[in-house]
């Protein structure tokens, strides 16, 4: 059986939703209906980390290689809480390469999502309004998101890794796409996700 390990925040553990509806265990069932014969996956990712906290939490867990799928998707935290473009950066070039080595440093097992815009959600309006000045605007947050990415995206491509933009889809607007908190995805945004990554991942086990 093949292995999934998927590091990342809420956007990855599926916060609000059932376990079932993470982009993670969505794109496992469809890669069993392509053959792929894979374990449930792997997830290390927490509501609220940082790139930081997500490097504490993969040197405190018993992550053992080889991995033939290896996801990373982190960030959204770092620009919610004012977080340096420069430590992210350097912070998610090492967990880039952790996720290679997890993968057995087969670049093409590896897949980094972008990270999805919150300045778009009922929360982020909500908490300006509450906020007044001191929140952050929704189109100052969508900038600060781009510029996150264009980070990460330079990156991953420089590395040979599969980029997946998840963030237009995060950006568009439907009635049942956000979760009852108004601030994380829903399952079926999660579905839309989960049709993105899946090229990348059927191309990493073609090569196996």
């Not at 959204?76 to 350097?90: D, I, K, T």
């Amino acid at each position: 059986m093949s292995r999934f390990l998927a590091l990342g925040d809420s956007y990855t553990v599926g916060e609000q939703v059932a376990p079932d509806q993470c982009w993670p265990s969505q794109l496992t069932r469809v890669l069993r209906r392509h053959g792929v014969m894979l374990d449930d996956p792997e997830i290390v990712a927490r509501t609220g980390w940082t790139t930081d906290e997500l490097s504490a939490a993969i040197s405190a867990a018993l992550i053992v290689p080889t991995y033939e799928l290896v996801s990373l998707s982190i960030g959204v935290n770092n620009q919610y809480r004012g977080g340096s473009l420069e430590r992210y950066h350097q912070e998610f070039v090492a967990l880039l390469v952790q996720a290679i080595g997890f993968a057995g440093g087969h670049v093409g097992h590896v897949v980094v999502l972008s990270i999805p815009d919150w300045g778009v959600t009922p929360f982020a309006m909500q908490q300006k309004q509450i906020k007044g000045k001191a929140g952050q605007d929704p189109a100052d947050i969508g900038d600060g998101i781009d510029r996150f990415n264009a980070l990460n995206r330079r990156e991953t491509v420089a590395a040979g890794v599969h980029y997946v933009d998840i963030s237009a889809a995060s950006r568009e607007r439907h009635p049942d796409w956000l979760a009852a908190d108004g601030l994380h995805p829903s399952g079926t945004q999660y579905a839309r996700w989960t049709e993105l990554v899946t090229p990348a991942a059927l191309e990493a086990f073609a090569t196996i």
